[in-house]
């Protein structure tokens, strides 16, 4: 059985249609990558799987139970069987690195101080960053910040992470630093990975499985090698970052 499957899912707000009847099965211990142009409703179906949005067609399963016509009393255990690693990290700034790994652990279980210490130590080696605890997050770069953040989303051991575009506004070398944890993370503690990216090396080397969103549906669901061989013009422009000719015609009627 799937631990999660969306079922001929659709939203829209007001006129603007973002799933048009999506179907997807996602396996335990899986990586997906989902792609997709801006405004494409990859976001948008993150939230349905964690309950964030409720479709207006369809049905969101997770471990075999229905979520999307859960109350929200009933959803909150089953939301932190997820760990959410926001594009921009959203640390608290007023808060200490250790502060914020800590947070989730203080709000949703009754570990003592002596226990939540040491999840946090145990989570900053994780991470690689050892020894930080007491920083602010202004006193760290970027990539620090998304791997504090990574931590901070794995204090729980959830079962599955999302990743909303984890390498933006990193450099290749950073970026790549995410990649790899992403990777350690799913040997380690066994998680399924739903990563939502622009960025391509990062798909073809964390994904097991890439899928691709255009006007609401998925245009493309396979390996990263056939993804990279996708006769579909749509999803071979994604792949090459190459702009369509009607895209360019914008910029000959500037001229």
């Known amino acids: 059985m799937a631990l999660i499957e969306l079922k001929n899912l659709h939203k829209r707000f007001g006129r603007l249609v973002v799933l048009d009847g999506v179907d997807l099965s996602i396996e335990a211990g899986q990586s997906l990558v989902i792609l997709g142009a801006s405004g494409s409703g990859k976001s948008v179906m993150l939230k349905h799987i964690v309950g964030l949005l409720r479709p207006d067609e369809g049905e969101v399963w997770f471990s075999g139970i229905r979520i999307d016509t859960l109350p929200e009393r009933q959803l909150m255990p089953i939301r932190q069987r997820f760990g959410f690693l926001f594009q921009m990290g959203a640390l608290f700034d007023s808060l200490t690195v250790a502060e914020n790994i800590a947070f989730p652990l203080i709000e949703h279980t009754h570990k003592s101080a002596s ?3 040491q999840i946090v130590a145990e989570r900053l ?3 690689g960053l050892p020894g930080i605890g007491q920083k602010m997050p202004a ?5 620090q910040r998304k791997r504090v953040a990574l931590a901070r989303a794995i204090a729980l ?3 599955v992470i999302l990743y909303d575009e984890p390498t933006t506004g990193l450099d290749p070398i950073r970026s790549d630093v995410i990649n790899e944890l992403i990777l350690r993370l799913k040997r380690q503690l ?6 939502v990216t622009h960025d391509m090396q990062s798909a073809f080397k964390v994904a097991d499985r890439i899928v691709m969103l255009a006007d609401g549906k998925l245009i493309a669901d396979g390996t990263p ?4 061989q996708s006769d579909n013009p749509a999803v071979q422009r ?13 910029l000959r009627d500037i001229d």
């Open 115 to 117: 226990e939540i210490r």
């Open 125 to 127: 080696r994780m991470i």
């Open 139 to 143: 006193d760290l770069s970027g990539g």
């Open 157 to 159: 051991e959830p079962e």
């Open 190 to 195: 066994k998680i399924t990975s739903i990563v």
């Open 225 to 228: 090698q056939q993804i990279r």
């Open 238 to 250: 994604f792949v090459t970052g190459e702009a369509s000719p009607e895209e360019l015609s914008v």
